[in-house]
Each structure stands twice: as C-alpha cells, then as structure tokens.
Antibody, heavy 121, light 108 residues
C-alpha cells in the first residue's frame, strides 16, 4: 500500500547534526512533490521544507533556512532532511508528507508516522 | 507571509450534533486551502482540499466551504471518532505553506 516511513530521529545535543530519512513505497515516488512538516510537543503543525519531483527546487521555512537541507534520491525512493546547528526549538516530531496530485500546491494526502527529534544537552 | 487563524481554539459539541470550524487567511488564498484531522499520537489526515473537495475515503458528513479569506469546515452529526484536532493549511503564494494553530473538537 501507499506508505511513507520516517527514520533517523533521536536525542542530539544543541549545535550537532542529524539526518532524517523517509522511505516511500506503493507509488511512483519521482512523480510527487514532498514536504517535511514538524510538530513540537503539545503544539501545532509547522511546515519545514518542500522539494520538487527531481530535487531541483527546494523551499524552506525561515526558521530552518540555512541550517536544514532537504534532498531526495528517486532511485532509492527516499526523502531526506539534513539538520545542522540544531537548537532546542527544533525538538519535534518530524513528518514527511506527499503532495496530492501534480504540482506544488494541493493538500498533503499521505503522511508518515513521524520520527521524534529531541535537542537537549 | 500569509497567516492562518482558526477559531475557536476549542469547540465543545455533543455527539450527533453539527460542528462548524472557521479558518481565516490574512490575504486572499482563493480556494487553495486544505483541512486536516489529527488524533493523539497519529499523523494528520487530509480531509478536504481545494477548500471543498473531500479527499479519498472521507465521509460525506465532512464538508468544506469558502473562498478568498474565509473558510469553514462543517461536520454534520458528529461521531465519536470525529473528536480530534483540526488544522487548516493554505497552499497559495508559498512558501511558506502555513497552517492554522488548530481547533480542538471535544465532547460536550
């Protein structure tokens, strides 16, 4: 079935780095625009980043710009986010999500189960 | 940057009754709006896109309306499984793809 599965979360010290992965299955990965969305404990949803079908276009929230890098490997059906210079405020559950249909707009119709990142000394 | 504001923050409704949730955009987003449902410990679930189109498998008791800056999610005849947090999100003039702060729908 159509599925996204995140991995790579954990506890990391402030200033360190972490890379999250999102493995896709059940659909043609290269035909979809993908997002990372996060949710801090007890808080709402925050959009983090978007990547185009082939990885040529990338967009970021101001809160992560210059520190996070989104990427994808269509040969491996996997989405990534490299998170550098982590801060306490980056502590959250990180979700990957697929954009419904073609294009950059549209709702996010498939979500992973999330992976938890905790930034703490 | 477009700011999404949801109201109320918490809505108490009895099972079987109708719930009406609001979402306002700080500038026109046409119909480029989605609604999501999130239950504790779960990922969000897409309910509505294009302001009024139900996503695959979403029951007909969920309906969306509005355009421009004012949007509504209506849940007719609430079922026990509908009590959750609901978020609106725009996808017009991005980035960013802003979410509202959420409305918690609780049992009265």
């Amino acid at each position: 079935q159509v599925q996204l599965v995140e991995s790579g979360g954990g506890v990391v010290q402030p200033g360190r780095s972490l890379r999250l992965s999102c493995a896709a299955s059940g659909f043609t990965f290269s035909r979809y625009v993908l997002h990372w969305v996060r949710q801090a404990p007890g808080k709402g949803l925050e959009w983090v980043a978007l990547i185009s079908y082939d990885g040529s276009d990338k967009y970021y929230a101001d809160s992560v710009k210059g520190r996070f890098t989104i990427s994808r490997d269509n040969s491996k059906n996997t989405l990534y986010v490299q998170m550098n210079s982590l801060r306490a405020e980056d502590t959250a559950v990180y979700y990957c999500a697929r954009v419904y249909g073609s294009g950059y707009g549209g709702g996010m119709d498939v979500w992973g189960q999330g992976t938890t990142v905790t930034v703490s000394s | 940057e477009i700011v999404m504001t949801q109201s109320p923050a918490t809505l108490s409704v009895s099972p079987g009754e109708r719930a009406t949730l609001s979402c306002r955009a700080s500038q026109s987003i046409y119909i480029n709006l989605a609604w999501y449902q999130q239950k504790p410990g779960q990922a969000p679930r897409l309910l509505i896109y294009g302001a009024s189109t139900r996503a695959t498998g979403i029951p007909a008791r969920f309906s969306g309306s509005g355009s421009g800056t004012e949007f509504t999610l209506t849940i007719s005849s609430l079922q026990s499984e509908d009590f959750a947090v609901y978020y609106c999100q725009h996808y017009n003039n991005w980035p960013p793809y802003s979410f509202g702060q959420g409305t918690k729908l609780e049992i009265k």
